[in-house]
């Protein structure tokens, strides 16, 4: 079993910065992913970053590819989401998660693969 704690959300003005830290403790491994998954009010739960322990694998979706960096530790204890230049329509709530094993690590996250969560940390940011 895993278990997952995310933090780091806060209220900032377009074009700002945040760093969302995730801790794992458990049987995290790099035979699975970390990820960072998103949920605006009134809409599906958005994959947007994926990675795995001791790197060689990750994948950043379009929307977010060159703001957003998603970092992780060789053991898989502690991750990290980098969100530069942030814009309004990035307010949501941002959950890091654990996959099941030998889930893929480099494609868009899907909620299906992952089994373990963290209980959310709130981004909101205004123009």
């Known amino acids: 079993q895993l278990q997952v704690k995310d933090s780091g959300g806060g209220s900032v003005q377009a074009g700002g910065s945040l760093r969302l830290s995730c801790a794992i403790s458990?049987?995290?491994?790099?035979?699975?992913?970390m990820a960072w998954f998103r949920q605006a009010p009134g809409k599906e739960r958005e994959g947007v970053a994926i990675i795995r322990p001791g790197g060689g694998s990750s994948y950043t979706i379009d929307s977010v590819k060159g703001r957003f960096t998603i970092s992780i530790d060789g053991s898989g204890s502690t991750g990290n989401l980098l969100l530069n230049s942030l814009k309004p329509e990035d307010t949501a709530t941002y959950f890091c998660?654990?996959?099941?094993?030998?889930?893929?690590?480099?494609?868009?996250?899907?909620?299906?693969?992952?089994?373990?969560w963290g209980q959310g940390t709130q981004v909101t940011v205004s123009s």
């Open positions: 998660a654990a996959s099941r094993l030998f889930a893929p690590c480099n494609v868009s996250p899907r909620a299906s693969e992952f089994s373990f």
């Open positions: 458990g049987d995290m491994d790099v035979r699975r992913c």
